[in-house]
Every structure is written in structure tokens, then in C-alpha cells.
């Protein structure tokens, strides 16, 4: 399968303080690309979807001002958390789809994030 | 949404094969089937998809009944590295269109055992 990375895979920030994640997808282009987050014991969620060169699409729910997701290329997308406080730590998941693997999406390995 | 149900855990000896049932009784003719697993702090790993055929890759076969109201996932020799979270999916059309929305329900814990 297709490959996506996560930068950082985990990060430690102080309440207040912006933190940016980073995806990539590696070997393919993902037209688009998908933000998701975890809390412990349960499972995904869909934050927002992004198609390279568009707004994103947020899910009921999620603060676009606050999540801000930017797709400037076929190959990056970033999640920015603004103003980061502690009900923001999670395990936020990223992945990207579409062109040859239209039927399909590969998952990053996801990112620890920590607000202290 | 095609709302589907899994067993919440189950176990399997290494070695056997392991039979993860899914129920998607409300699911819609032009939606797929998709396995994916999560081991833990992982990020998911898709395992196949199907539609109305039966299904077989390298990881695992998936047995959609007839009339596709369930369906089964197949490891046909469990390892211990196979102890995930399973999630069966029925895939959403989003409104772009040029990909989907995959839902993700609370999925199966498999846990193989020595």
C-alpha cells in the first residue's frame, strides 16, 4: 500500500501556544486528504476533509479557527491547533486518498499531542 | 450511513483463523464494505473492501452474504501481531465526490493469544 507519514508523532506544548502536524503522503498523490482525532478508549473521528487547493470541509463540531487545515499540494497537508488547551490533547490521525487510489485511503501513524 | 454492528472483543488462538462477523443490515446498493485495523496508538491500516463478491488479498478474505446484510472477515492464521481494533466500515459518499468518507464505529478487539 500507499505510504503517509506524520511529523512529529508526538509533541509537548504549553495551553495557549499554536502546534502544526504535518502529513505527507510519500509514493502517491492524495487529491484528498482526511484529519481525524482519537481520544483514549475510543475511536476516530472525523475532524475535516481537504481536497489540494480548497477550503476544507469541517464535520459538525470542529472549529475551522481553530483547526486550521491547509492542502497546498498533492503530497502535504497541514492541521494547525490554535490556541491550544488541554481538552485538545489527543492522537490526531491523518489520510490522504483519491487519484489511483480512489477506492482506498492510507492512514499516517498519527501524532501524540499534549497540552499542558 | 450504513450503521454497522461488531461484537465488541473476542479472542482467537495463534495459528487458527480468526472469524470477525460484521452486521450492516441498513447498508445501501452502491456502498462498499471496508475492513480496516488499528493497532494500538497506531493509525489504521486498511485490510480489503468489497461490494457483493467475496473477497481474498494477501491479509485476510471477506465473506459478504448474499444479501449483504453482514459479512465476515477472515484471518486464515492468526499471529499475535494481529491483536487490533477491526473496524467494518461502510463507506459514504462525501459531497466533493472525488473521495469518501470512511465512519469509523467502536470496531472489534481482537486479542490473539499464544
Known amino acids: 500500500g500507499a505510504v503517509v507519514s506524520q511529523h512529529p508523532s508526538w509533541v509537548i506544548c504549553k495551553s495557549g501556544t499554536s502546534v502544526k502536524i504535518e502529513c505527507r503522503s510519500l509514493?502517491?498523490?492524495?487529491?484528498?486528504m482526511f484529519w481525524y482525532r482519537q481520544f483514549p478508549k475510543q475511536s476516530l473521528m472525523l475532524m475535516a476533509t481537504s481536497n489540494e487547493g480548497s477550503k476544507a470541509t469541517y464535520e459538525q463540531g470542529v472549529e475551522k479557527d481553530k483547526f486550521l487545515i491547509n492542502h497546498a499540494s498533492l503530497t502535504l497537508s497541514t492541521l494547525t491547533v490554535t490556541s491550544a488547551h488541554p481538552e485538545d490533547s489527543s492522537f490526531y490521525i491523518c489520510s490522504g486518498g483519491g487519484g489511483q487510489h480512489y477506492n482506498e485511503q492510507f492512514f499516517g501513524p498519527g501524532t501524540r499531542l499534549t497540552v499542558l | 450511513d450504513a450503521k454497522t454492528t461488531q461484537p465488541t472483543s473476542m479472542d482467537c488462538a495463534e495459528g487458527r483463523a480468526a472469524n470477525l462477523p460484521c452486521n450492516h443490515s441498513t447498508i445501501s446498493g452502491n456502498e462498499y464494505v471496508y475492513w480496516y485495523r488499528q493497532i494500538h496508538s497506531q493509525g489504521p491500516q486498511y485490510i480489503i473492501h468489497g461490494l457483493k463478491n467475496n473477497e481474498t488479498n494477501e491479509m485476510a478474505s471477506l465473506i459478504i452474504t448474499e444479501d449483504r446484510k453482514s459479512s465476515t472477515l477472515i484471518l486464515p492464521h492468526a499471529t499475535l501481531r494481529d491483536t487490533a481494533v477491526y473496524y467494518c466500515i461502510g463507506r459514504t459518499p462525501d459531497s466533493g465526490g472525488s473521495n469518501y468518507k470512511l465512519t469509523f464505529g467502536k470496531g472489534t478487539l481482537l486479542t490473539v493469544n499464544p
Open positions: 509514493d502517491f498523490q492524495a487529491t484528498t
